[in-house]
């Protein structure tokens, strides 16, 4: 049974645009989310982060938004950039950190 | 500053032989995991370890697999014997605890034929 699911195998956004990837949770005791961005051959790179207690936190591109109600989180980046094609991942902690399996971003030209 | 090492890269083996997958994590970091990653799954934690004690090995998927920290530079994950369902990639996973996040080796490539 998923406890983090990442429900878009894989997302399109034309450079410059907004990506937007979504995250859902079912464990209400899960107390710290990140985010992780993965190349090929590479291990998952740490990206952003956000506490249970807040709802949104930003990191010059990057901006991650909490809906607790909703058991919700989204990872916004504007503008995309062509680098910013990986594969994405959302983790949550809440005495160990489980991953979603993650969706891959394409930045088209 | 190294990061988290991972050896060997890739591993080709046939089925019934015995793997060892090796890792140092980052001089400092007090927790170690093991994670792997397949298409189906995603990435699944295997273990972990604080201070070189194993905290939590629920995710260990048979008792074939073993992980052991003898130092805090060190860790080994085992499959013994290795099956074709073992191939995957293998990360291990250093980090400070609490709010630090993991930072995460290369990974390991393990095909068993």
């Known amino acids: 049974d998923q406890q983090v699911k990442q429900n878009s195998p894989s997302l399109s956004v034309q450079e410059g645009r907004i990506s937007i990837l979504n995250c859902d949770y079912t464990n209400s005791m899960f107390d710290y989310f990140l985010w992780y961005k993965k190349y090929p051959a590479e291990g998952p790179t740490f990206l952003i982060s956000?506490?249970?207690?807040?709802d949104k936190n930003e990191d010059g591109r990057f901006t991650v938004f909490l809906n607790k109600s909703a058991k919700h989180l989204s990872l916004h980046i504007v503008p995309s950039q062509p680098g910013d094609s990986a594969v994405y991942f959302c983790?949550?902690?809440?005495?160990?950190?489980?991953f979603g399996k993650g969706t891959r971003l394409h930045i088209l030209p | 500053d190294a990061g988290v090492i991972q050896s060997p890269r890739h591993e080709v083996t046939e089925m019934g032989q015995e793997v060892t997958l090796r890792c140092k994590p980052i001089s400092g970091h007090d927790y170690l995991f093991w994670y792997r990653q397949t298409m189906m799954r995603g990435l699944e934690l295997l273990i972990y370890?604080?201070?070189?004690?194993?905290?939590?090995d629920s995710g260990m998927p048979e008792d074939r697999f073993s992980a052991k920290m003898p130092n805090a530079s060190f860790s080994t994950l085992k499959i013994q014997p290795s099956e074709p369902r073992d191939s995957a990639v293998y990360f291990c996973a250093s980090s400070l605890g609490g709010n630090s996040p993991l930072h995460f080796g290369n990974g390991t490539r393990l095909t068993v034929t």
């Open positions: 956000i506490s249970s207690i807040k």
């Open positions: 370890f604080n201070n070189n004690v194993p905290i939590d």
């Open positions: 983790a949550a902690r809440d005495d160990k950190i489980i």
